[in-house]
């Protein structure tokens, strides 16, 4: 018994380390080749993908949890993406409003790193709070969400945020009532975001109409083709039966220059 000790103290660490590397932050390759991925399609990196991702995230989430731990699922996979961007967005944000700020005091700017740059090209975030003021009042709150997965709080953002918190720079769970011109920019947002949708929409049914001409011409071209044949079938026929005519009547004429023939020798 004590000399099977060691190993079961080495199983149990092993089972141990095993049990927290599952929950343990996504490392920097992880993160690199998750951006590397959604690079080559744009599409799914903002949300736009109007076709199964699932085949997608399957195969990522492989590549991912060979650079592993952890070890992730698809769908955490995918929630990671999603928690980066969110988390950006609030940095893009805050960044916006400090360059815009006319008070006194330091500017707290949170600096971006070169993958995060990349993300923020990749997703679109710019556009995201370009041109809304004060929209942190109406966004998400800069506090993490519990939910929030960690590794885009604590790998990606190498402890900004909790240096925010120290300068004071997350705002309270209370907000104020939201300003009149931070509603009307709100409400322009959203209308640029209809106009946006209704003119997908429109080229939608545009390229749906061409598609109906297409198959409609393409089945006019079939059906004269089908036109075409038979009635060259039906030329065919006739020369046919034209030609039996013609050997009928040479075989006639030729039957009756014998009949002249036999009657001339006969008078003979």
């Known amino acids: 018994m004590v000399c099977n ?33 959604l690079e080559e399609q744009p599409d799914i990196a903002k949300g736009f993908a109007r076709f199964d991702t699932g ?10 949890n060979s650079l592993g731990p952890p070890i992730k699922t698809s769908g955490e996979w995918k929630k990671v993406w999603a ?66 997965d960690p590794e885009a709080e604590d790998q990606v953002d190498g402890g900004v945020d909790e240096a925010a918190d120290r300068e004071g720079l997350r705002e309270p769970a209370r907000r104020k009532r939201r300003a009149p011109a931070s509603l009307d920019l709100l409400e322009s947002q959203v209308k640029q975001q209809k106009k946006f949708h209704h003119d997908v929409v429109d080229a939608l049914q545009s390229q749906s ?30 020369q046919r039966r034209h030609n039996l005519e013609m050997e009928k009547i040479s075989l006639e004429k030729l039957k009756t220059k014998r009949e002249i023939l036999a009657l001339q020798l006969d008078r003979l």
């Open 5 to 37: 000790l060691p190993f079961s103290i080495l199983f149990l660490n092993t089972l141990f380390r095993s049990k927290r590397s599952k929950g343990k932050s996504t490392n920097k390759d992880q993160f690199l080749r998750l951006v590397e991925e």
């Open 83 to 148: 928690d980066w961007k969110s988390n950006l967005k609030r940095k893009l944000a805050n960044n916006r409003k400090e360059q815009q700020a006319t008070g006194g005091g330091p500017c707290k700017i949170i600096e971006l790193s070169a993958l995060e740059e990349r993300v923020v090209d990749l997703a679109g975030l710019v556009a995201a709070v370009d041109g809304v003021d004060e929209s942190i009042s109406f966004g998400a709150p800069l506090e993490p969400d519990e939910n929030m």
């Open 55 to 64: 085949p997608f995230w399957e195969n990522l989430s492989k590549e991912l």
């Open 209 to 238: 109409k061409k598609m109906e001409d297409l198959a409609y011409y393409a089945k006019q071209v079939s059906k004269r083709m089908h036109e075409i044949q038979a009635l060259q079938a039906e030329q065919l026929k006739e």
